[in-house]
């Protein structure tokens, strides 16, 4: 079973569209060679995609990983990593403050539920346009500086947005207790149109409250639209622009553009995705704190993407879903259960195996995320999916390798 | 001269101590290949910066095609139609090489800032036409789809020389363009430069190589020590003894 996952990973990275990130090419054109165009390999990769998300379900099952709560998590923290990549992965600045929008959109959700109403349409619009909001604010300040002033700025005030929110900003944030939803909120809308709630509150759509598998299919569905989003931008020509600016700013400059508007706006588009997060986060958990703003969350985020591989477009939904996997599953493993696991070996080893694993699950869950972390760090700088790229050159054979050897030998 | 595209006026500049350029008057009139020569250190490249905006000048003007240029930021010089080459290539490493040509495209047709972020790569067709086009005339075609950080030092020369030439500059300022270059390419480069000036191109050139130096130059200033001590037309500018002395004597 792990054997056909790990399959079906890699075919989710062979239909990546920056699968081949770094030779990524225009393709030739004439008749005399027809291949593919990357526009039809698009729609693979959104159609894969799709697939993929969609049936989680089924194939998360032998990981122990297939309940609605968890799965609503990887989508939730997928979107929250695309969007980040979508800053860093392009542009190469790196924010490490993007938890305040993440935060910031859960209480949005929220306050929509507690004034409008319980349908969650206008507290996804609500919590992306406030996000939005933030991140010109932000984004305007820190972008006045790059490479690691640009990291601190952000980090600095992102903290700032974490402090206020248990102090001055308490009367908006409910400070530590956490923002809820209240029967006796107004909830405007809801009482024009006579809407009435019956049990617990819960975000709904057209009356489907969002618990359970309706909660993960919405979070799903929309990250598979903010996946293809993604992609549209990675491949436009304001994508281009941002590569460029990461290659080389000054040429950028001399070349007739002002990087200025271009980091911002997708520093905002960063945000918002962060936004959508958090407002996911609350739509399916009613309750928002301000610890999902703090400096933790935002080396989260970073953890993921560099785990997942930067700059891929799925690789930080794949670093996301891996992290949160760690957190939910690998955390609740005890001794007791390594022990059955091991029960094929003589007792005598078997305890010895026990002995030595028990550090590295439950409590211990860092550990091994953070060695996984820096061996991936150290051994595949482009993250897992240069690692299942690297394999599938391998696995293609070497000949081909070789050659492109030559090439690029005449090229120089 | 009324003719001058570009007009530098008493333009001073200081490092600290070090005084790299002095009282630099230059009319580069239109259409002419204008050649800046001087031993190294001489404050060339730094004349060049102080025209591209890349530095302030702590005195004195630039005017270029009527508008006063100096204390406008880069991006709106180059819009206003200057393109460099530089003497370190500044191209984009991590970009292919059909791309490298297409984002200066994009600057020329769109301006500063164009939000086109749903729109697809693939459609621009006409961009990519004239960008392979270029990557044609500079001899680089074949290797299009290669990062550019993959070239010998004179191929990313040529390579950000089509970079600038897409833009169809008023005014092209090269900064040793044919330094690391072989024989081949330096003449191949030369005669693509000449045809460039058919169409009306004013280029200001620095070049160390006197071949390409006397086979472009309409006329030529010479710098020494953020001076200039000399200028005039090729056969002028061969003939003095002061020249020759500071400069065509020594080095070559
Ligand atoms: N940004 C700078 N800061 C400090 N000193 C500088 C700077 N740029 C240039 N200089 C100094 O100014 C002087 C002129 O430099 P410049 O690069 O203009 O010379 P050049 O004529 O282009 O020489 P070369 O032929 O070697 O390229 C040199 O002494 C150099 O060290
Ligand atoms: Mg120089």
Redesign the pocket.
């Given at each position: 079973m792990v054997k056909k996952v790990i399959q079906k990973i890699r075919k989710a990275a062979i239909s990546d569209p920056d699968f081949e990130v770094s030779t990524r090419q225009l393709p030739p054109r004439g008749p005399e060679t027809k291949p593919m165009t990357p526009v039809d390999k698009d729609w693979i990769a959104i159609v894969a995609f799709t697939i993929i998300i969609l049936a989680m379900p089924w194939w998360l099952q032998p990981l122990g990983a297939a309940y609605p709560d968890l799965m609503q998590k990887f989508a939730i923290y997928g979107i929250f990593a695309l969007g980040f990549n979508l800053l860093f992965g392009l542009t190469g600045y790196l924010s490490f403050g993007h938890a305040a929008f993440l935060g910031v959109g859960s209480y949005a959700a929220v306050w929509s539920f507690k004034l409008f109403t319980m349908n969650i349409i206008p507290a996804v619009l609500f919590a992306m346009l406030v996000a939005g909001v933030l991140a010109v604010v932000i984004g305007f300040i820190s972008l006045r500086r790059s490479g690691i002033y640009f990291s601190i700025l952000t980090l600095a005030l992102a903290q700032m947005c974490y402090n206020l929110a248990y102090s001055v900003l308490t009367p908006i944030t409910n400070g530590e207790t956490g923002l809820r939803v209240l029967r006796d909120d107004p909830r405007y809308l809801d009482a024009a149109f006579g809407t009435e709630h019956q049990g617990v509150l819960l975000g709904s759509l057209f009356g489907e409250r969002m618990v359970g598998y309706p909660g993960f299919y919405l979070c799903a569905a929309l990250l598979i639209i903010a996946f293809y989003i993604a992609l549209r931008i990675m491949r436009s020509p304001y994508g281009m622009m941002l590569r460029a600016i990461k290659s080389n700013q000054n040429r950028m400059i001399y070349t007739g553009f002002n990087p200025r508007p271009y980091m911002l706006t997708i520093f905002i588009i960063s945000g918002m995705y962060a936004g959508l997060a958090g407002a996911l986060l609350a739509i399916t958990d009613p309750l928002a704190g301000a610890e999902r703003m703090q400096w933790t969350a935002s080396g989260e985020v970073v953890l993921m993407t560099i785990l997942g591989g930067a700059g891929t477009i799925s690789g930080p939904i794949l670093g996301a879903a891996i992290i949160k996997y760690f957190e939910n599953i690998f955390s609740a493993l005890n001794d007791s259960a390594l022990a059955s696991a091991f029960s094929f070996l003589p007792h005598s080893v078997q305890e010895f195996v026990v002995t030595i694993l028990s550090p590295f699950v439950g409590e211990g869950w860092h550990l091994t995320l953070g060695l996984l972390f820096m061996v991936i760090v150290i051994f595949l700088p482009g993250g897992i999916m240069e690692g299942i790229r690297r394999t599938y050159r391998f696995l293609r054979g070497h000949g081909r390798g070789s050659k492109s050897q030559t090439d690029l030998q005449a090229a120089e | 001269m009324n003719n001058a595209v570009l007009h530098v006026s008493e333009v001073q500049k200081s490092?600290?101590g070090?005084r790299?350029l002095t009282d630099i008057e230059l009319q580069v009139e239109k259409g002419k290949t204008h050649a800046i020569i001087?031993?190294?250190?001489?404050?060339?490249?730094?004349?060049l910066?102080v025209c591209i905006g890349r530095?302030p000048p702590d005195s004195g003007t630039v005017t270029f095609d009527g508008h006063l240029i100096t204390g406008r930021p880069p991006y709106e010089i180059n819009q206003l139609g200057v393109a460099r080459v530089f003497?370190t290539p500044e191209i984009f490493p991590d970009l292919s090489l059909l791309q490298n040509v297409m984002v200066p495209a994009f600057a020329k047709r769109d301006g500063t800032f164009r939000m086109s972020a749903l729109s697809s790569l693939e459609k621009e067709t006409d961009l990519r036409d004239e960008a392979e086009k270029l990557l044609e005339d500079v001899g680089l075609l074949q290797f299009y789809a290669k990062l550019a950080s993959s070239l010998s030092r004179g191929d990313k020369r040529r390579l950000e020389l089509a970079m600038c030439l897409i833009q169809h500059p008023k005014l092209l300022l090269l900064?040793?363009p044919t330094a690391g270059m072989s024989r081949h390419d330096t003449n191949r480069t030369i005669d693509l430069l000449k045809q460039i000036k058919e169409r009306g191109m004013t280029k200001v050139i620095?070049e160390?190589d006197m071949h390409v130096v006397f086979s472009l130059a309409d006329r030529i200033s010479v710098?020494a020590q953020?001076k200039i001590i000399a200028e005039g037309t090729p056969d002028e500018v061969r003939g003095s003894p002061r020249v020759q002395e500071a400069y065509l004597g020594g080095a070559h």
């Open positions: - | 490092f600290g070090l790299a001087g031993p190294n250190g001489a404050g060339k490249s730094t004349l910066n530095l003497q900064d040793e620095i160390h710098l953020g």
